[in-house]
């Protein structure tokens, strides 16, 4: 049942614009190193030295513009103006915070965070729910500080409830602008509640913002809307295994699938002169990042999408154990299955490429080779966490089939590559998995029966604490699984485990 073999690979040099913190400061984002299927590997001869820091979310040089800053300070209130003015000053130079950063560069977080504190100007919700989720990065990455981010969330939570029934009750007029405030609450407010394991508020406060995304005219049209959804869907998708209906995941829409915008998208219609000013700013290698990176991402959502669907066979979410329910389960789980094999076989062409080490120079930069390698990489892994996830929740009592141990031992081998790659010389503190392999190692994890293995699992895990609040536990769930699956010689369900021993549940984030 724990089968396990396999090969290891390679990959390339590094790219900045991904939130990634360098000797020069500049932040890395959480990308993931993962190795191609194949059972051979080429390594690169001249293999970079790079730096895999901590992913935390720490100082962009980009910092937010000065006069908006100031304009933002100079809303707060007289007693709680000194921890304000902190926490505005900390988001103003917050790099892509971690859940996200798998799908947004750092030119686009930056955009998006001028755009945010702009909003909050006019929104005293959207201005609270930035100070909670600027107190909740701030405890991640400082020791010493005392705010409460429940002031915050409590400030923005009834906020909102008011301006939403207000405008149900038509007294006031529903705008673009005011759905976008609205969004934009959810996103904070969502993404505190799973990191502090309050799935049920984060179930509550997903639905609603599906709620609002169902109001929305032409949400197309709207660079910050889209961008706003893109985000929540990801959220939505760590919420879904822990019970959550998955609504953004269920939707078929093309606008829950696409990439947010990039920041040529979001020019605004203008004369030819200030158009060709704007682009001329832009550097060159984000644009032609994001225009190979697009297909990889709208890949990335559609694997997303299977893990809404997956947990909505599990036995949390619908009733099993009769013939009649395990039936239409593996009806369900067969359909799932050959549209796993559909999405990967309309993959992104690059993706080959990425996969086998051939994206390289002269074809393009060494560091955009690496970052789009590394990226593609990462939603292949994912990839595959979804063939081990539809096992374990459809066929748990069978043996694993050809096509799932090959996942297992796709992402065993990409898994091992990321840490080998690392400098012989670094900081053992940056010596750390990226955050989005922690779904894929959960679930490898789940089915490994070898001992030194496990424990190199375990280990790789308990490094992401800094920026996956909730690794240390998530090892120790794994580590139960493990031993209750190897008493009684048969899967045992990762949930149930999360709420016997810590009588909750939390999503992997």
């Not at 980009?62 to 103006?81: F, K, P, Y």
Request: charged residues 20%; aromatic residues 8%; contains cysteine.
């Amino acid at each position: 049942m724990w089968d396990h073999e396999l090969q290891r690979s390679m990959v390339q040099d590094s790219w900045n614009d991904w939130g990634m913190l360098s000797a020069s400061g500049v932040t890395e984002g959480i990308m993931a190193e993962v190795p191609g299927p194949m059972e051979q590997s080429s390594t690169p001869s001249n293999r970079p030295n790079f730096n895999h820091e901590r992913i935390v979310p720490d100082i962009d040089p980009t910092r937010a513009d000065t006069s908006l800053v100031m304009a933002w300070n100079d809303l707060g209130g007289d007693e709680d103006t000194s921890e304000e003015d902190i926490l505005k000053d900390y988001f103003a130079q917050t790099v892509v915070p971690p859940i996200i950063a798998q799908v947004e560069t750092q030119s686009k977080w930056s955009s998006t965070r001028q755009i945010l504190i702009t909003m909050s100007t006019n929104s005293s919700m959207v201005h609270n729910a930035i100070l909670a989720f600027s107190d909740l990065l701030m405890k991640r990455t400082q020791t010493a500080h005392n705010f409460s981010r429940h002031r915050y969330y409590k400030r923005a939570k009834v906020e909102l409830l008011r301006a939403r029934k207000e405008q149900l009750l038509g007294k006031d007029a529903a705008s673009p602008a005011s759905f976008d405030d609205m969004l934009a609450v959810l996103f904070f407010l969502s993404y505190i509640d799973l990191l502090e394991s309050r799935v049920a508020n984060a179930h509550e406060n997903l639905k609603e913002a599906y709620s609002i995304f169902q109001q929305i005219g032409n949400v197309q049209s709207r660079t910050v809307t889209r961008r706003l959804i893109s985000w929540i869907r990801l959220l939505d998708a760590r919420a879904a295994p822990t019970g959550g209906e998955g609504l953004f995941l269920a939707e078929d829409n093309d606008v829950l699938t696409q990439p947010s915008p990039s920041f040529t998208d979001a020019l605004e219609a203008g004369s030819n002169s200030s158009n060709h000013e704007a682009l001329g700013e832009t550097d060159i290698e984000d644009v032609l990042f994001e225009s190979l990176y697009q297909p990889g991402f709208v890949f990335f959502q559609k694997i997303q999408s299977f893990m809404g669907r997956i947990s909505n066979i599990d036995p949390w979410h619908r009733s099993r154990g009769t013939v009649a329910d395990e039936t239409e389960v593996m009806r369900v789980a067969d359909k799932i299955s050959h549209d796993l094999g559909t999405l990967w076989e309309a993959r992104p062409p690059l993706m080959d490429y990425t996969l086998t080490g051939q994206l390289a120079a002269p074809h393009v930069s060494a560091s955009l080779a690496y970052t789009l390698t590394r990226t593609f990489r990462t939603f292949f892994a994912n990839y595959h966490a979804s063939r081990i996830h539809l096992h374990r929740v459809a066929y748990k009592h069978l043996p694993l089939p050809p096509q799932t141990l090959k996942s297992i031992a796709n992402i065993r081998s990409t898994a091992h590559d990321m840490v080998q790659l690392q400098p012989v010389e670094h900081d053992p503190s940056r010596d750390m998995l990226p955050v989005n392999m922690l779904w894929p190692l959960l679930m490898w994890g789940c089915e490994e029966e070898d001992p030194e293995e496990r424990l190199w699992i375990t280990t790789q895990i308990k490094t992401m604490e800094t920026v996956a609040t909730n690794a240390n536990i998530t090892a120790q769930v794994l580590n139960e699984v493990q031993t209750r699956q190897d008493a009684q010689r048969q899967r045992v369900d990762v949930r149930t485990v999360m709420h016997e021993i810590f009588d909750s549940c939390f999503a992997i984030v």
